[in-house]
């Protein structure tokens, strides 16, 4: 089960604690910045293989398809993940196409299959990224009031 996660900075963002008589100003000064991570869980093993990369996009996806690959040698991927336009763009296709070589599907070395559309509850990974942004704020939150 493949996805991609981007980590806006607004989200984590909670509160911070200070005097009642000063005014608290926390600087924001682009809400759009984020961090996107791709990620793949085995749904058989539980594994879990993330990587990091400038944004979601067909360059970056095959990016991180080789990344899997040389992750998992000897192995054929069979990738489920959502509708997303860089998961079925044209250059993305052109590298399967290159890298399955003609082959009967059954032999593939990366096969994908899109869930359902609009349909994140189907995607097991969907819950990791959600302990991993409620993670970040428990410890944003945390830590903010130390800094001061």
Known sequence: MLDECHLLWGNILGYVWGKTSE??????LNTRTRQTYYGAVDYLTGEVFVKGLPKGNSEHTITFLKALLKQYPNQRLLLFWDGAKYHCSEELRAFLEQLNGGKPEAEWQIRCICFA???PEQ?????IWLQAKTYLRHVTTAVIPLLK
């Open 123 to 127: 995607n097991p990974i969907e819950d």
């Open 23 to 28: 005014r608290t100003e926390v600087p924001i």
């Open 117 to 119: 559309p609009n349909a």
